[in-house]
């Protein structure tokens, strides 16, 4: 007779997420539900702009799809750092491959400029992948331990299938190499490629 196969919380955790790109360090912590969010629901705040659920629904607002990636960084940046509203030039990938079009300037990670506090954290393999990609906020920096802290929209983790999260906040780990800095996309699936922040005046004169 075969004993029955014990498997404990923690053991084994899926994880299903809107943006497709992975799941993230908070998803593995506490404060699951049995139900997702209903759309619209406040799920967190970054200097008083408020992330929400995009559960069950797909309506275009003034930053864009509501809530999406997209729709809170070009909230923030309207918002908080008074930047023009970017709705309607792109998916999220598109923060990185074409951040000058939008008045950014791209960093590739792995390269000699590290992030800094309100960049934008692009999520994207390549411009040719298929992929429309994953943006997020970065809220802070700290070089000497090593960690890049996040907020962001649209990423849900799902656990047993039946447990429900939103990760509204995360930490990577960031890593400087001989004078680089690499951003480590675990536990997301797909890699950052880089990060995008506005274009100063002087460098657009």
């Not at 506490?30 to 406040?42: C, F, H, I, T, V």
């Not at 000699?112 to 990609?133: A, K, M, N, R, W």
Request: glycine content about 10%.
């Amino acid at each position: 007779m075969k004993k029955p196969m014990l498997v404990t919380a923690g053991l084994i955790v899926i994880f299903s997420l809107a943006c497709s790109i992975g799941t993230s360090n908070d998803a593995r912590n506490d404060n699951w539900s049995l139900s997702a969010p209903s759309y619209g629901e406040a799920l967190g705040e970054f200097e008083g702009v408020t992330m929400y659920s995009s559960n069950g629904e797909n309506v275009r607002g003034k930053y864009g799809l509501e809530f999406q990636c997209v729709e809170y960084v070009n909230r923030f940046y309207v918002e908080r750092l008074g930047f023009p509203n970017l709705t309607k030039t792109g998916d999220a990938d598109s923060y990185y491959w074409n951040a000058e079009e939008k008045g950014l300037r791209a960093y590739q990670n792995g390269g000699e400029t590290p992030p800094e506090q309100y960049d934008i954290l692009v999520f994207d393999g390549s411009p040719e992948d298929g992929s429309p990609g994953h943006i997020a906020i970065v809220t802070g920096v700290d070089l000497e331990t090593g960690t890049v802290s996040i907020v962001q929209q649209n990423i849900h983790a799902r656990r047993f299938y039946v447990l429900h999260k939103y990760v509204s906040y995360d930490q990577l780990d960031l890593m400087e190499r001989n004078g680089t800095w690499f951003v480590d996309q675990e536990p997301y699936n797909h890699p950052v490629a880089g990060w995008s922040r506005p274009i100063a005046p002087k460098e657009t004169q």
